[in-house]
């Protein structure tokens, strides 16, 4: 019995067909079969996702795309997006797929919070003519400075390893599997030249990319792929995956199409087969047991780098987080619950876990009150979008902030949300060789470069304009956000004034 | 420390100012200092429970005895040589073990084998749960996990791919316990003394062995005896759980555009 209603188109690509001049760049463009020539014209077929990558190779700009204009008749309750996913799951009895961050409107706290400058009292400093410091550690304060006999600090006198980063900001962890080899090569030679972090993903390291070990953060994920102890001593820190705050509680599918001979020889499994990562870490049900993995690890890597843990931003977060601290770990990394994915289930991607704004500043003053912030690195992800999202991060309490979405956008993502689907048109997101010779490695990484590198200079402006000389002064410096949102209780939360209330 | 040229010993009892026994830490220590001096043949003895031994290592000709009961995570990532446990071992033995052998003369804790790529592990006696989580193999290499009596439940959970060999020595029913192969999409679980389709989980079905199944048993079985000075009856049956499907989650969700 066929049960199948069509769920309606939801993009419309108009071609202006006096302006085209029939050159078909478009319709090879589209890796989503979406555009055909036919009769002397590009006509239109369905499956457009508004990934725009027509729309910008059009050589006479005769391509727009739009919401269809025959939409769902207006419901305040029952929106397009909401009778969408019934008519799809009334099809198909399947869970719905996603990619990319939460795409919900009910969750931008950024947006309320205001930065403070120097005004009169405290002289504001020119970053352009002063030094302002944007240096960052990762990994365990020794909590205590070793002076050598001639007075100076001994920085080689401390017991725990530490990576020492050019600017507070990660690239967070996004495996080769979710990514393209290109992708990948890019992001970490932006790394590299940038002397930041870079996150590998839970598909462990290809070989060509050892060259950039020193620049990574290696990710142990509860399916432990590609994890040998060589790859584990060749980075400079090591993550515990414990959860990802685009799906909090959720094990990674990466579906046997993308597995091919690169993605199995990196995760040494099999050709063609699913990789499936466990929801649980099945050794680790307490954290007496995280304290197990920390420390075998530790052991494994005989000590050389720092092992930190990755957690999902969820409801239990600061308790969760103090645990982690004395489990051992040297760094701490909070995903909230924007951040992005290459695929989770709608229904959790939208639905569980906490804004990161909340979730920093709850670990933040937790860890605080307890006496063990001043151990850790705290790292904090979920869509920190522009450089004003990091600096009010760091100011709610992060060390250092990870960034993967905007540095697709960089690359030239344009978020259309199907990179479960592994046909990414701008070569990113998948696995096809064809679309992923589409992305220039050289031209990616200098454009994360340049992002990234305008990033740190509107840090060193906004600390100039409050007058702070080094970003470790602003870490959890609440005194200089004020809220300006509607709900005062979220101010509280924060532990952040409101706007108009003062010093005193 | 050496009592010959060939073999070092380490006293893993030995107690400090305030009486505890050697810490990991110092355990470990120890065992990498000998190995980097070039000493391959190591002896453990009055293992007290210490943690993570000999995680990391592994020479093809490295060999290390350890009397007593190691801690949890014995042999993690693992990476060649021999782990001879004589007492038992605990939770988590063969941590996402690369490759070479562990013997263990005794039990096995929970989660043995997780996550393992490579290499050897024979158990005299029994295991606890999830024996063999999501063990893989690539390029045909794959681990293989001995395991003389039984096993608890969730044996081979998310296996993607090497061999389980559950031999029920001195069992009287089933030797493995429910949800066999819960979700795996790769290798094979031998089981000798049989299982029920109820035991199966999710993803799994039972097979008749082939030949090349039966080369593996008979292999593994030799291998037991060897290790263990012990004798198979050969005439047991030998039943094979494998996955229905290497994608097991195929249709299972809905990509539309919404």
């Given at each position: 019995m066929r049960t199948d209603i069509k769920v309606p188109e939801k993009?419309?690509?108009?071609?202006?067909?006096?302006?085209?001049?029939?050159?078909?760049?478009?319709?090879k463009s589209c890796s989503y079969g979406a555009l055909e020539f036919k009769d002397d014209k590009v006509r239109v077929k369905d499956g457009c996702v508004s990934c725009l990558r027509c729309v910008i190779d059009c050589p006479t700009s005769a391509i727009t795309v739009v919401e269809r204009p025959s939409s769902y008749a207006p419901h305040a309750v029952f929106s397009?997006?909401?009778?969408?996913?019934?008519?799809?799951?009334?099809?198909?009895?399947?869970?719905?797929?996603?990619?990319?961050?939460?795409?919900?409107?009910?969750?931008?706290?950024?947006?309320?919070?205001?930065?403070?400058?120097?005004?009169?009292?405290?002289?504001?400093?020119?970053?352009?003519?002063?030094?302002?410091?944007?240096?960052?550690?990762?990994?365990?304060?020794?909590?205590?400075?070793?002076?050598?006999?001639?007075?100076?600090?001994?920085?080689?006198?401390?017991?725990?390893?530490?990576?020492?980063?050019?600017?507070?900001?990660?690239?967070?962890?996004?495996?080769l599997g979710s990514i393209s080899y290109n992708a990948q090569a890019a992001l970490f030679r932006a790394a590299s030249e940038l002397n930041i972090l870079a996150g590998t993903g839970e598909g462990g390291l290809h070989n060509d990319f050892y060259c950039h070990s020193?620049?990574?953060?290696?990710?142990?994920?509860?399916?432990?792929?590609?994890?040998?102890s060589h790859y584990l001593k060749e980075v400079s820190c090591v993550d515990i995956k414990i959860g990802q705050g685009a799906k909090p509680g959720h094990g990674g599918h990466l579906p046997g199409e993308k597995?091919?001979?690169?993605?199995?020889?990196?995760?040494?499994?099999?050709?063609?087969?699913?990789?499936?990562?466990?929801?649980?870490?099945?050794?680790?049900?307490?954290?007496e047991d995280l304290q197990q993995l920390i420390s075998v690890l530790k052991e494994s890597t005989e000590y050389s780098v720092p092992v930190g843990v990755k957690i999902a931003a969820v409801h239990n977060v600061g308790a969760i987080a103090s645990g982690i601290v004395r489990a051992g770990?040297?760094?701490?990394?909070?995903?909230?619950?924007?951040?992005?994915?290459?695929?989770?289930?709608?229904?959790?991607?939208?639905?569980?876990?906490?804004?990161?704004?909340?979730?920093?500043?709850?670990?933040?003053?937790?860890?605080?009150?307890?006496?063990?912030?001043?151990?850790?690195?705290?790292?904090?992800?979920?869509?920190?979008?522009?450089?004003?999202?990091?600096?009010?991060?760091?100011?709610?309490?992060?060390?250092?902030?990870?960034?993967?979405?905007?540095?697709?956008?960089?690359?030239g993502c344009t978020v259309c949300q199907q990179c479960h689907r592994g046909a990414c048109s701008w070569g990113i997101a998948t696995q096809v060789p064809e679309l992923a010779a589409r992305l220039d490695t050289e031209v990616a990484a200098q454009r994360v470069i340049n992002m990234f590198h305008a990033w740190n200079e509107e840090l060193k402006e906004i600390m100039g304009a409050m007058g702070i000389d080094s970003v470790e002064?602003?870490?959890?410096?609440?005194?200089?956000?004020?809220?300006?949102?509607?709900?005062?209780?979220?101010?509280?939360?924060?532990?952040?004034?409101?706007?108009?209330?003062g010093w005193g | 420390m050496s009592d010959d040229n060939s073999t070092v010993v380490i006293d893993a009892g030995e107690r400090d100012r305030l009486g505890h026994p050697l810490d990991y830490r110092e355990l470990n220590r120890r065992i990498r200092k000998t190995l980097s001096e070039g000493q391959e043949r190591i002896v453990l003895m009055n293992v007290m429970g210490q943690r993570y031994i000999a995680s990391a290592t592994g020479g093809t000709r490295m060999r290390i005895e350890i009397h007593g009961t190691p801690g949890n995570d014995l042999g993690a990532f693992l990476n060649g040589g021999t782990l001879e446990v004589f007492g038992n071992a605990q939770d988590v033995t063969a941590n996402t073990m690369n490759?070479?052998?562990?013997?263990?003369?005794?039990?096995s804790g929970d989660i043995t084998g997780l996550a393992a790529r490579g290499g050897t592990l024979l158990v005299k006696g029994n295991s606890g749960y999830r024996v063999g989580i999501h063990i893989k193999e690539f390029e045909g290499v794959g681990p293989s996990l001995v395991i003389g009596g039984f096993v608890n439940d969730y044996v081979g959970e998310y296996m993607a791919g090497g061999t389980i060999f559950v031999m029920g020595l001195g069992c009287t029913s089933s030797p493995v316990g429910l949800n066999v192969g819960a979700g795996m999409h790769g290798g094979r679980i031998l089981v000798r003394g049989g299982l029920d389709e109820h035991q199966l989980g999710p993803g799994a079905c039972l097979a008749e062995l082939d030949e090349k199944d039966a080369a593996v048993v008979e292999g593994l079985m030799s291998q037991y005896e060897a290790a263990f000075a012990a004798t198979i009856d050969r005439s047991v049956p030998v039943l094979k759980v494998m996955p229905l499907d290497s994608r097991p989650f195929r249709g299972h969700y809905d990509s539309t555009t919404i």
């Open positions: 993009y419309l690509p108009i071609i202006d067909q006096e302006a085209c001049i029939r050159c078909k760049r478009c319709i397009p997006e909401i009778r969408r996913s019934i008519m799809a799951q009334a099809n198909s009895g399947g869970v719905l797929l996603s990619s990319c961050g939460a795409n919900a409107e009910y969750m931008d706290i950024f947006n309320d919070i205001l930065l403070d400058a120097a005004q009169v009292t405290n002289p504001s400093i020119d970053p352009l003519r002063e030094p302002v410091e944007t240096k960052t550690y990762l990994g365990r304060r020794p909590g205590k400075v070793v002076v050598d006999d001639d007075g100076r600090i001994d920085l080689d006198a401390s017991e725990t390893p530490i990576v020492v980063m050019d600017m507070p900001i990660m690239i967070g962890h996004i495996s020193k620049n990574l953060c290696a990710e142990v994920a509860s399916g432990r792929f590609g994890v040998t597995v091919q001979k690169l993605i199995s020889e990196t995760r040494m499994i099999p050709l063609g087969t699913d990789a499936l990562s466990p929801y649980p870490h099945h050794d680790i049900y307490s954290i770990a040297d760094f701490l990394t909070i995903d909230g619950l924007r951040g992005g994915t290459g695929s989770a289930p709608r229904v959790i991607r939208d639905h569980a876990g906490m804004p990161i704004e909340i979730a920093v500043s709850a670990v933040d003053q937790r860890l605080q009150e307890e006496g063990l912030r001043d151990k850790v690195t705290l790292c904090a992800s979920g869509s920190i979008r522009t450089a004003a999202d990091m600096i009010k991060c760091i100011a709610l309490g992060a060390d250092v902030v990870g960034v993967c979405t905007s540095a697709m956008i960089a690359m002064s602003l870490v959890g410096n609440r005194d200089r956000l004020r809220y300006i949102g509607p709900n005062p209780r979220i101010a509280e939360i924060l532990d952040v004034k409101h706007s108009g209330e | 490759g070479g052998r562990i013997v263990v003369h005794g039990n």
